[in-house]
């Protein structure tokens, strides 16, 4: 296995953490996901798309992901304001982890699931 040369220990300085902090949250791999099924949605889908999420959390999700590049949100001039994301191409790179990463969700769920359970019986 490879080394990786990255000092942990600096939260600023590493690039594990720096990610894993904005993308590691409840929320912006769904938001990552749901982009990449379609080039442009607009708010209300993205939330539709995903249920659960107040409007309050994807907004602030939302705008973490435009301010680290992921995502670009774009205004149109109208009224009522029409706003369409769609992921950069920078976010678009991430893609293929995410999908490895769900991909391996899928594959693993049932299995972790049963180890929550028998650690639970064993409290």
Known sequence: MKKLDINFSEPLNCPVRNVLDR???????LILLVLE?????R????????GDISQ???????????????????????IPPKVE?????????????????????KQH???????RTAYKKKL
């Open 109 to 115: 769920m049932d299995t972790i699931l049963k180890n």
């Open 56 to 78: 309050k959390m994807l907004s602030v999700s939302l705008k973490n992901l435009e301010a680290d590049g992921l995502v670009n949100r774009k205004v149109y001039p109208q």
């Open 37 to 41: 099924q379609e080039d442009v949605l």
């Open 85 to 105: 994301y769609k992921l950069t191409d920078l976010g678009k790179s991430l893609i293929p982890f995410v999908n490895a990463l769900s991909d391996w969700s």
């Open 43 to 50: 708010f209300n889908e993205i939330h539709q798309s995903i």
């Open 23 to 29: 993308i590691g949250d409840k929320w912006s791999l």
